[in-house]
């Protein structure tokens, strides 16, 4: 399959470039009609003449010239021109026209309200000021397909295999519908389920909060927001789809989504459960936006797909095999003219059974060696609100109140045997730890936003608040046996029951002013207050033989404790945009006065610190000649110790790893400095790179400790000399044609980092002193992606993804390195009949795989499916999940400490049967003309 799914590529690739050989070109310049002024960023796109269907585009450049290349010679075609402010020109060119058009003029658009736009006149793509536009219309997609499918036709966006949605290089955090949320903050629920049918228009913008968008505050444009703007006649009626599968093993997948527009208003449900540990309506579908940062000192990478989004956890523990379940609703209107509200609500249960299997080589020459099982149920509510309400024409208030409710139980068998050197046993424990416990969260921000005049001057005011509550009780069943020359020495037994709750709350006060200070220059000023007040309480109690119960307080394993954290945070920047959008700079500094203040009841101990750091707040950007932009940015973040990092209390969840709270810890500041480069093209070739480096003051690490029978306790410190550089190279190129496209993107990206922590693990045998560790660590990770598409036929898609690891620790001298490789080949084709196949091979490889493993495995799933009724609104699909019994989870991460292998169980292979019908029903718009009265900007 999968050498007929390259020799296919390879024809169609063939056939495009013969094809070629009977094609032409057009070239031209574009100018004002009135000034003679060549026209800069003009959109010169080609039409099919019969049908209107795209054939090419491009934009001119700063000189005011044009090219197009592939142009069918035996056919007539419409050339369309297009530029903000101006009449669209349309030519209908035979097959005896010249390559060059010589100096085409645009005159100036009329401004009447009844000037109508012509759909079929409007240009595939539109640049106004920060903001890219494309219209759906000019990308075509196959029927039923969701707006991922189309976002993947438009150049310089990229989507990953976990549904990551990039633009010109930079994360999309937000897609919004109409300019309202869809479900919250998470894209994948709406590029993976709204029918591209219903898109009229996709909009990609700089990423800015409401205060932001209300007070004209500028943004660093580091992340991108898409708005999803409906067709007229779309916005009026209801559409959805539903499925169910069945299996072989008993699998099962249901899913169901409806949404009921009606002008402004939204509506959508949606319910969905499966046995597949897949977590809703597709793999990884509704993983956080959020971004991920990590300080690990080793690479690994999990598919289980648990997350957590909006303080609701979703996929139970995040291993073995999972059963989950969910449902929610998503609501969205205006009420009158002034006020704006949306409303979301998820309910989530999970269900996991695990077995994990761990060996553990340390570098002193300890061996682990442990088995895991169990059982896990997560059970969750959250409801969201927001509501925007125009006060007057120059005031806003906003209000977005959160709330999430949270049930979990585990119940978790272990057993673990530690050799302290080659037969030599060291330790074995046997434990049962049962877990219940409840989480509450609520949440709120309210914000007031006024603009002062028409020259820019605002002020804002905003007030959070955060309360949060957790209870819980765990009963911890353990027997340990400690050996002397492979003998039994003594014997340890723990049955205990602890008690928790916690609190924690928090108050933010901030307070905004914006102040123009000239036409190019403007000043921000910010002050924020922060107060929270966090209380832990744990009582852990020993079986008591005389009184049947747990009744003996043991104090070593128990604590009271408080902490009441204080910042302030003042800001200042200076903000500079030239005339033409060329240069853009900020300069500015952020102050940081920290107060954390524990106290400990059980001992009666407290300690207050006080932290100050300075952060300057700068960046600037500035656009070359080419169009390329190179900016430079330099900011800091600080980050809280958590309660269970302070709290100064053992957790001995594992006897043979216990785990040490810190009062003393001071808050972690990292420094960030990057220098970018990006140029894009939205019609073909783009590159993106970046450099940074990220030192850390007080960062967060650990002491190990390990006793002489090979029991260790770990204790978070703060250390200095800890950092992180990067550097990023990506480049793009998007190739379209009438009946192909194609897209080429490849990227390398290389970390080096700097880690610190203390530890006697690499000491020989009885000797106990704590010594420095310093190790670093070298990642590279290329990254290569190509796909196709020839007409309805053929979709290929191939990724290429090595990977290499080195990790290097000072103490010892050991030097360890880990190499990865990723294939994956992914094609479908469209057969007559209304048949399809999807074919899907995964290739992966790791070159430090656990003896016994294979290195290199292949996961193959396929597909055979049919659409059939009316507009092929049904489907049937016979799904083959795993079909060499190949797929594995075995992971192996490399560490300063040593090597660590994990072994869970997952889904093997089954077979499936699903069938899925489409939803669409439509109401009538009065007028199928839009006017520019009515919000469209006339070309």
């Keep these: 399959m999968l050498r007929n799914a390259i020799l296919l590529l390879l024809v169609c690739m063939t056939g495009s470039a013969a094809t070629a050989q009977q094609r032409t070109q057009l070239r031209g310049t574009v100018a004002d009609s009135a000034s003679k002024e060549m026209l800069e960023m003009a959109t010169v796109s080609v039409q099919d003449s019969k049908d209107s269907s795209l054939i090419t585009y491009t934009l001119t450049n700063n000189k005011g010239a044009f090219r197009l290349d592939g142009l069918p010679a035996n056919k007539p075609v419409r050339l369309l021109i297009s530029y903000t402010g101006y009449r669209t020109y349309t030519k209908i060119l035979g097959t005896d026209r010249p390559e060059d058009l010589g100096n085409i003029t645009l005159a100036a658009a009329a401004t009447e309200l009844n000037t109508v736009v012509v759909e079929g006149d409007r240009p595939p793509i539109a640049i106004r000021k920060d903001t890219i536009e494309f219209n759906a219309a000019s990308f075509k997609t196959r029927p039923n397909a969701v707006v991922e499918d189309l976002l993947k036709k438009l150049p310089g966006v990229d989507i990953d295999e976990n549904g990551n949605i990039k633009v010109n290089g930079k994360t999309v955090s937000r897609v919004l519908v109409d300019g309202k949320e869809f479900f919250g903050n998470d894209p994948k629920l709406a590029t993976k389920n709204l029918p591209t049918s219903i898109v009229d228009k996709v909009q990609v913008m700089d990423t800015k909060t409401k205060q932001e968008a209300k007070l004209g505050i500028e943004k660093d444009g580091e992340d991108r927001t898409i708005n999803l703007t409906l067709k007229a006649d779309k916005k009026q009626g209801y559409f959805g789809r539903l499925s169910a599968g069945s299996g072989t093993d008993s699998r099962f997948e249901t899913s169901g989504m409806l949404n009921a527009f009606s002008g402004k208003r939204q509506i959508s449900v949606l319910g969905s459960s499966n046995n597949l540990n897949k977590i809703g309506f597709t793999q990884n579908e509704m993983m956080t936006a959020a971004e991920r940062k990590s300080g690990g000192m080793y690479m690994s990478v999990s598919s289980d797909g648990s997350f957590n989004m909006n303080g609701i956890s979703f996929g139970a523990s995040g291993e073995g095999i999972r059963t989950a379940s969910m449902a929610g609703y998503n609501y969205a209107d205006e009420w009158g003219k002034k006020v704006d509200v949306s409303n979301s609500y998820f309910f989530n249960n999970t269900d996991a059974r695990f077995t994990t299997l761990t060996n553990n080589q340390y570098n002193d020459g300890r061996n682990v060696i442990g088995k895991r099982s169990g059982f896990g149920r997560n059970y969750s509510h959250g409801l969201n609100l927001a509501m925007d309400i125009e006060l007057d024409s120059m005031t806003t208030l906003s209000l977005t109140p959160r709330f999430s409710y949270t049930r979990q139980t585990s119940n978790t068998s272990s057993t673990d045997t530690t050799y302290l050197g080659p037969g030599d046993l060291g330790n074995t424990n046997q434990s049962n730890n049962l877990l219940r416990s409840n989480r509450v969260n609520f949440e709120n921000t309210l914000t007031l936003n006024r603009i002062l005049n028409k020259n820019g001057q605002a002020i804002g005011f905003t007030f959070g608040n955060l309360y949060n509550t957790q209870d819980g009780n765990a009963f911890n069943n353990s027997t340990q046996q400690f050996f002397e020359n492979n003998l039994l020495d003594s014997t340890q037994v723990l049955d205990q029951k602890n008690i928790m709750n916690s609190r924690n709350e928090r108050y933010d006060i901030s307070v905004y002013y914006g102040q123009p200070l000239t036409r190019t220059w403007k000043m921000h000023l910010d002050y924020k207050y922060s107060y929270g007040i966090s209380t832990s309480n744990r009582d852990t109690y020993n079986f008591d033989e005389d009184m049947k119960g747990y009744t003996d307080l043991d104090s070593l394993y128990s604590n009271r404790f408080r902490t009441i954290t204080t910042t302030q945070q003042p800001s200042i920047r200076f903000v500079h945009n030239n005339s033409n959008k060329k240069l853009t700079a900020t300069v500015g500094a952020n102050l940081f006065f920290t107060t954390l203040d524990n106290r400990s009841y059980m001992d009666n101990t407290s300690l207050r610190q006080n932290q100050t750091n300075f952060s300057p707040n700068s960046r600037i950007a500035y656009t070359l000649k080419n169009k390329g932009q190179l900016s430079f940015n330099y900011n800091g973040y600080m980050q809280q110790p958590s309660l269970e990092q302070l709290q100064p209390v053992r957790d001995n969840t594992n006897p043979l790893n216990i785990r040490i709270g810190n009062a003393d810890l001071r808050p972690q500041f990292t420094h960030n400095l990057g220098l970018q480069y990006s140029k894009f093209s939205p019609t073909g070739f783009g590159t993106y790179s970046s450099i940074g480096f990220s030192p850390t003051v007080n960062r967060f690490s650990t002491i190990t400790r390990v006793n002489e029978r ?135 490889y790791n070159s430090q795989t656990a003896p016994g493993f294979k290195k290199g495995v292949v996961l193959y799933n396929a597909a055979l499916g049919f659409d059939f009724l009316k507009e092929k609104r049904a489907q049937v699909k016979l799904y083959a999940y795993d079909l060499l019994r190949q797929n594995s989870n075995i992971r192996r991460n490399v560490t300063e400490l040593g090597t660590f292998d994990t072994q869970t169980d997952l889904v093997e292979q089954y077979f499936m049967v699903t069938l899925s019908y489409n939803i669409s029903k439509f109401g009538k718009v009065k007028q199928s003309r839009r006017f520019n009265g009515g919000g469209v900007m006339i070309y």
Excluded: C, H
């Design 710 to 844: 090979g029991g260790q306790t770990v204790q978070t410190v703060n250390v200095d000399g800890a950092y992180s550089a990067y550097a990023n190279i990506n480049a793009s190129y998007n190739k379209k044609a009438k009946d192909w496209q194609m897209r080429v993107n490849g990227s390398l990206y290389a970390n080096f980092g700097r880690q610190v922590n203390f530890s006697n693990i690499n000491n020989t045998k009885g000797d106990t002193t704590v010594r420095k560790n310093v190790s670093q660590n070298l990642m590279l990770a290329p990254f290569f992606t190509i796909s196709y598409a020839y007409k309805e036929m053929v979709d290929v898609n191939i990724m290429y993804r090595p990977g290499y690891n080195q990790v290097k620790s000072q103490l010892n001298d050991v030097t360890t390195s880990n190499f990865t490789q990723r294939l994956q080949l992914g094609a479908t084709v469209y057969l007559p009949l209304n048949f399809f196949v999807e074919n899907d091979m995964q290739y992966n």
